[in-house]
């Protein structure tokens, strides 16, 4: 057995993780966190922990192939190149695009955005990183004259006061919110605000949750500022030496969030709320800002980025233990993307495309003459020019667009209609993999071979668990040989990706220094690395230069930006409301967002049964008030349709919901359900500076969609159904689950469930079958066995309230019934004497609801720790802990 | 001076009666029975344990002889103190040997007779009932040395003793008039699940069919002719194909009969001394076959006997239970239903377990349980007590277990 060192791929927290290989063959891994690892000190969460079940061969794309047809690399190489050349050719460099994504690893998207940059010609190539922290990237660069994030992990166990503002950290970020947990554990006295529309998880260890008006956080830092001048707790000399513009921005701060009372008024909050906030800001020195999708999903997200900053300088609080403004990102190497120049407003090395010095830079070292020397077009209108027409050929790597983008039905339609649709995934069936005309199979997670960079600026490896399956290759090598074969044999003759990392490295030293202009992104130690120290790198925080060879905790320290002045700058805000107002005819506010054990569209948390249980199916947060007003009954489906699409949700009523707001989950995806995409319903605005755009606020309406009947199946093998308009898909531990519905009349059940179910023909006999009716009242259910082992089982219901899965679907562990379980089988309940653990809450140690509630009630717990001892819930990533206090007795 | 009461039958009705009389108002009466069986009072429904050998006559026995003196009751048993006549004015009983015994109340609980169909052919050795201690002495005495066995009449008694017979190592046809056995208990469905298990044991069946004839050698049967003309070898023929209200004595006095001795709710006859119990009466044009509302009349006549003038008979449903060993079967009230009932039903064919529901207005009203009657009990208290059912409809196929396991 073989331990192995390497990297989450999943949130930006970047967790170390040791790998166990027990067989290399069948992809058996045991995974445990990295006690050594600075970003989680071995902790892991739900998702990290169960990655192991995460890597079989299950839906992998393990050979290429082209309009279908399976060929060998040499000529789905060929292919690219060709139609690459024959369109440019044809057409010009803007006729193509690349569009990529944060799950690449540093090699992959360096070598990506050097070809369509460097020689090319163009810079259109843009990342899914568009969607999720590049407001943050403006916010940043607009401050600083550079992307840079100056904290670090151990700033918010140093803090005293933490607002977590647009973020679900508890679900999004679950191990950085652990340590906050922890840290205020241990320090009484440290304070966390939650700003946020919604009560989420992260409210569980807020001393403040500041429920803030859909859009509105822009003023309320304004109103920070404001507040910090009118009662004389600025920092003046901060802002003397090191910051400029700060009359501006006050003037603005002081006209538009003047008052405590102005501010509550326009955010939707009480006056005694605010002025706690403010009051708390204004006295605690050792204050992180943590901010999150929440502000930079947003027309205004730029803004509201510079807003906090601002607040951040305006008292010195930067560069310093204890305090900054903190981005967190979403995805594992969006921070490696911003690096590499991943973005189609970037170059590389945080170089710019405006600047012509860093172009000319850049292109001497790459020793190119094409080098694009302009903005290319950032995802939402990357994908309106391949609708237009104006791009012919696209090539997206290792992202699922046509469910993740805004307005995704516009993006489904353009790629249907797009000359050439490239695609490289180590997932075969995807919404966007659909639409592909060439396949091309890259590497998966275990296999990858490689640098990430987590939110706090920490370069960590990760390293291959086992050979490429199939024909998989590298992404870098893909787009190396697709390169060369394009004609820049040179540029591109890597033979591993310590080559790569190592120019990359080499790149980002390249004139940075004083003489030309000092750059914060600097790898200078590693530009000779060479494979064995590659092999070995160690988790270490850029910049690592000769002064940093052990890297950099914090930035900033010095009060010295990468302006060219060498100062920080205040932006001046006028915050704006959403772009899209809620009307009479969509009077709701449509909030989208991550789920605790799924991540983005489900290609993989969607293969580990334990991740599925916690959240099966899309659902729709509504406040109670809402939802009494419209008839929304709690479990039903509901239509949710904007201007630009619709989704089908299960209703959820949720106090933590504001009136006029709804929430949905983001990531369901066509192959996982048939109406459960999000990004269907939302609106294709961008922010103006960053293009992300704003995909918390939609204006929709909400009403019943009517279903004539309900129903369930679990089945041990994997169906194709049709004649139901509502579907999902669900993995479970040895069976599939699919949840359907349908506004059509109900059908004969009999005959449709044995022609769907049964494995052969003769199997439609009726000994094969258990089968209860109650037709009047609509319900119909059945049972299929093959020698005593159950293969399959339907309900069928006139509503929602159908059986669920939990002990049924712990019948599909067994290989034989007794008849006691075949008796109570179509009651969905547990015969006598054995126990149904209910929907999962913990999902680390499958810990249900209904074995919660009974321990509570029967053995008198009083706390979460308690609920710990007794059933192990809460102890493993802690992401359940807000969720077990919800079982325990109410105070009295 | 205690009242005198006579009852005329020494069987179940008559004596629970007599029991629940010496509970309320004990030293009321001067109690005389007369029985026409030589036993004293016995179980009739554990005939069919005896039959197949599980039981001995002697387990049987509710009142054994010893019970009649300790309690003073007086009991007149065997052929020559069957009843022969009443004379209601000088409120007098009259035996066959002339033994007579006068009466202020008088009660009468003769029970059923075996219906015995004229069949050609059929005054010979070796054709019997199933109703009697006798009866199944004759059953077991035949087993023993005859082969072949053919019972008319695919109701309980009748696959009873099919069963019983084919125990005690003999060859079983069962000849049924009706297309499916136990009509009077079952669907078709069930029907179907009860042959299919019965004809794996080995009994064979002819159904919707009947005898025509019955051959014999010298004077002991020796054949059956079905209507279709095939012909069965028979060593025995068991007549199953129904009981009749024995009320030739009550008729010869002149109560008020029609298919039974007809009673009022307070289970008196058309003479106001005259009370009747059990399988001989008719109560509201309905006759009883099954134990549970006999003995309900038992109790009302007792305490209507005792003085308490209030108390009432109301018919209740009653359950059918099947005794034959690995087949569980229950069935009570209005299994088919009609155009007003909704039916649910649970079926698992590999296991045998059949199971119906029939609703009326949310009520339960028919139910039958076939391969599993664990909820029996549960069943037929919802029959009885009307209890409304909307809230537990989905569960309610699953039995009391599902409802706990649901909360």
Known sequence: MNTIKTTCPYCGVGCGIEATVEDSTTHRVTIKGDSTHPANFGKLCSKGATLGDTVSLENRLLYPSIHGQRVDW??????????????????????????????????????????????????????????????????????????????????????ELILLVGSNAAWCHPIAFQRIRKAKENNPNLKVVVIDPRATASCDIADLHLPVKPGMDALLFNGILAHLQQNGRLDQAYIDDHTEGFAAAVSEAQHSAGSIEQVASACGLSSAAV?????????????????????????????????????????????????????????PNAMGGREVGGLANTLAAHMDLDNPEHVDRVSRFWGSDKIADKQGLKAVAMFDAIA???????????????????????????LQQCELVVVSDCIANTDTAQLAHVLLPATGWSEKDGTVTNLERRISRQRPLFPASGAARHDWWIISQVAQR????????????????????????????????????????????????????????????????????????????????RKARFISITPRPPVNAPNADYPFTLNTGRLRDQWHTMTRTGLAAKLTAHRPEPFVEIHPTDAERLGLAARSLANIQSLWGNMLARVEINPGQQIGSLFVPMHWTGQTSSHGRMG?????????????????????????????????????????????????????????????????????????????????????????????????????????????????CLFVGPNSELPEPGWLGSLFAKTELSRAERLSLLSGLPPKGETDIGRIVCSCFNVGEKSIKQAVQTQQLQSVADISACLNAGSGCGSCVAELKEFLPKPT | MKLKLVVIGNGMAGMRTVDELIQTAPGRYDITVFGAEPHGNYNRIMLTPVLFGAKSIADIMIHDFDWYLNNRVTLYCGPDKAVVNIDRERRCVIAHDGTCAFYDKLLIATGSLPLMLDIPGRNVEGVLGFRDIADVETMIEKAASKRHAVILGGGLLGLEAANGLLKRGMQVSVVNRAGHLLNRQLDN???????????????????????????????????????????????????????????????????????GIVVDDSMRTSDPAIFSVGECVQHRGELFGLVAPVYEQAKVCAQQLSGQ???????????????????????????????????????????????????????????????DTSDSAWYLNLVKDKTPITAIRDRLMFGQTSLANAA
């Open chain 2, 309 to 371: 003038t209030n108390s009432q008979f109301k018919t209740l449903s009653s359950a059918t239970m099947l005794k034959v060993t690995g087949i569980d079967l229950f069935s009570v009230g209005d299994f088919e239903g009609d155009n007003e009932c909704q039916t649910l039903q649970l079926i698992d064919h590999e296991l045998g377990v059949y199971k119906k529901i029939v609703l009326r207005n949310n009520i339960v009203v028919g139910v039958i349980l076939y391969g």
């Open chain 1, 486 to 565: 394009m004609g820049f044999r040179e540029a591109f003759n890597y033979a591993s990706s310590a080559d790569v990392f190592r120019e990359h490295a080499a790149l980002s030293a390249f004139e940075n220094d004083t003489e030309h202009q000092l750059r914060d992104f600097n790898l200078s130690a590693f530009a000779r690395i060479d494979q064995h120290d590659f092999d070995a790198l160690q988790p270490v925080q850029w910049p690592v230069s000769a002064g940093h060879t052990a890297g950099t905790a914090r930035m900033f320290a010095d009060g010295q930006y990468f302006t060219a002045n």
């Open chain 1, 388 to 414: 237009a027409g104006q791009i012919k050929a696209v090539w997206i790597m290792a992202t699922n667009p046509v469910v993740s983008m805004p307005d995704a039905d516009k993006v489904k339609h353009a």
């Open chain 1, 275 to 331: 002025g706690t906030l403010f009051d708390w800001f204004a006295h605690t020195e050792k204050t992180v800002t943590v901010y999150s999708q929440g502000i930079n999903q947003s027309g205004s997200g730029s803004d509201k980025c510079n807003a906090i900053i601002n607040c951040h300088l305006a008292t010195g609080r930067i560069g310093k233990p204890g305090m900054g403004p903190f981005s967190f990102t979403g995805q």
């Open chain 2, 189 to 259: 469905k069930a029907a179907a699940f009860l042959q299919r298990q019965l004809a794996d044991k080995g009994i064979q069946f002819y159904l919707g069919t009947t005898i025509q004839r019955i051959d014999s050698r010298d004077e002991h049967i020796s054949a059956v002719e079905l209507s279709d003309g095939s012909v069965l070898p028979a060593d025995m023929l068991i007549m199953s194909t129904g009981i009749k209200p024995n009320i030739s004595l009550a008729k010869r006095i002149g109560l008020e009969c029609q298919h």
């Open chain 1, 680 to 792: 269907a319903v939302v609106n294709p605005v961008v922010d103006p500076h960053s293009g992300q755009p704003e995909s918390k606020q939609t204006p929709v309406h909400i009403s019943t969609w009517p279903a004539q009947w309900y129903a369930t199946i679990l089945s041990r093998k994997p169906l194709h159904i049709e004649g139901a308009e509502y579907q999902v898909k669900v993995r479970g531990e040895r069976y599939f689950r699919y949840e359907l519905a349908s506004t059509e009349t109900g059908k004969d059940w009999r005959v449709w469930a044995r022609s769907l179910l049964a494995a052969e023909e003769q199997h439609i006999d009726d000994n094969y079958w258990l089968e209860y009716s109650d037709q009047q009242a609509g319900y119909y259910r059945t049972a299929y066995l093959l020698d005593r082992e159950l293969q399959a």
């Open chain 1, 74 to 159: 040499d000529s789905a190489l060929n292919h690219v190149a060709a139609r690459f050349n024959e369109i440019i050719e044809k057409h010009g460099p803007e006729a193509v695009a690349f569009y990529v994504s944060g799950q690449l690893l540093t090699e992959d998207y360096y070598v990506a955005n050097k070809l369509m940059k460097g020689f090319i010609g163009t810079a259109n190539i843009d990342t899914n990183s568009r969607l999720c922290m590049s407001s943050a990237v403006v916010g940043y660069k607009r401050a600083f004259g550079a992307d840079t994030v100056p904290c670090n992990y151990e700033d918010l166990e140093l803090a």
